[in-house]
T-cell receptor, first 110, second 114 residues
Framework: QKEVEQNSGPLSVPEGAIASLNCTYS??????FFWYRQYSGKSPELIMS????GDKEDGRFTAQLNKASQYVSLLIRDSQPSDSATYLC??????????FGQGTELSVKP | DADVTQTPRNRITKTGKRIMLECSQT?????MYWYRQDPGLGLRLIYY???????NKGEISDGYSVSRQAQAKFSLSLESAIPNQTALYFC?????????????FGEGSRLTVL
């Protein structure tokens, strides 16, 4: 199993809908997770981090961590065309290196 | 000016050539990283350095080497480039403890090996 795994998508949602992005991780990954957003042709930028079980909300974004099931998700409420990007899930492995999933491409249609 | 600067931004080269990608940062971070990005594969770690005297291999170090010339400079070399090294390369830094998880990325260097 890959240490951090995402569905590559693409995921398409209509404007105003909730976009749900998911990520699973292996036992070799620590319990701190991060969501990066990458616009086409640009570098990734951190949008959310989550360290404990449960939900963390920041504006239209909610990160959810379920340690028992080893998954982490990102919900984007009231999706906007400007949210169209690739979303990368990342976590630290046992060697202290930040490992990224494959990324999920999100397209928000007006 | 960008906090993490990569040069060159774009490079086309031929198989067998030696290539160096350079990265400099003004964030004062000790930790620096080189990642490559390929479509559908996300970001994969090539090498990382936690300080000037510390160099570590990442997931995919074969065919690459690095040099940490100073706290602010971290270079990636391809001694003999091959076509499957065609990719987008990112340099990144993180804060001294690294525990926040935030990496600060350069703008990327797109390398094409013919």
């Amino acid at each position: 199993q890959k240490e951090v795994e995402q569905n590559s998508g693409p995921l398409s949602v209509p404007e105003g809908a909730i976009a749900s992005l998911n990520c699973t991780y292996s036992d070799r990954v620590s319990q701190s997770f991060f969501w990066y957003r990458q616009y086409s042709g640009k570098s990734p930028e951190l949008i959310m981090s989550i360290y404990s079980n449960g939900d963390k909300e920041d504006g239209r974004f909610t990160a959810q961590l379920n340690k028992a099931s080893q998954y982490v998700s990102l919900l984007i409420r009231d999706s906007q065309p400007s949210d169209s990007a690739t979303y990368l899930c990342a976590g630290y492995n046992q060697g202290g290196k930040l490992i990224f999933g494959q990324g999920t491409e999100l397209s928000v249609k007006p | 000016d960008a906090d993490v600067t990569q040069t060159p931004r774009n490079r086309i080269t031929k198989t067998g050539k030696r290539i160096m990608l350079e990265c400099s940062q003004t964030k004062g971070h000790d930790r620096m990283y080189w990642y490559r990005q390929d479509p559908g594969l996300g970001l994969r770690l090539i090498y990382y350095s936690f300080d000037v005297k510390d160099i570590n291999k990442g997931e995919i170090s074969d065919g690459y080497s690095v040099s940490r010339q100073a706290q602010a400079k971290f270079s990636l070399s391809l001694e003999s480039a091959i076509p499957n090294q065609t990719a987008l390369y990112f340099c990144a830094t993180s804060d001294p403890s690294g525990v926040t998880g935030e990496l600060f990325f350069g703008e990327g260097s797109r390398l094409t090996v013919l």
